[in-house]
């Protein structure tokens, strides 16, 4: 399983960017990828994550409304469009899949914790106010 994020920059605070998630690899026939990010002496943390099979989403509070999750049809990609970016929106961002699931909840375990069974390579989002 290999995925690879890309489409990072520098942008200014209030512009839109795109980020892509290429997937390879095998894979089960139930499987999420999500995007994190990690900002600088901070935490990794979840943004948002979708199904592959069925398209169901999830986000985090503090970018609900703002940014969108998709993929497409073939199951090779996984984008993360990000509209009135904040500087606070600053980390470097990576990709995850995961084939593990508590019910109907990805990457977040019954006790609040968040992992994965994969993680990319980052990309580095920089938004100057």
């Known amino acids: 399983v290999q995925l690879q994020a890309s489409g990072g920059g520098l942008v200014q605070a209030g512009d839109s960017l795109r980020l892509s998630c290429a997937v390879s690899g095998r894979f089960p026939a139930s499987y999420a990828v999500a995007w994190f990010r990690q900002a600088p002496g901070k935490e990794r943390e979840f943004v948002a994550n979708?199904?592959?099979?069925?398209?169901?989403?999830e986000y985090a509070d503090y970018v609900k409304g703002r940014f969108t999750i998709s993929r497409d049809n073939a199951g090779n990609a996984v984008y993360l469009q990000m509209n009135s970016l904040k500087s606070e929106d600053t980390a470097i961002y990576y990709c995850?899949?995961?084939?593990?699931?508590?019910?109907?909840?990805?990457?977040?375990?019954?006790?609040?914790?968040?992992?994965?069974?994969?993680w990319g390579k980052g990309t580095q989002v920089t938004v100057s106010s």
């Open positions: 979708i199904v592959r099979s069925g398209g169901s989403t």
């Open positions: 995850a899949a995961s084939y593990t699931r508590y019910g109907a909840i990805w990457f977040r375990d019954p006790e609040g914790y968040y992992g994965t069974d994969y």
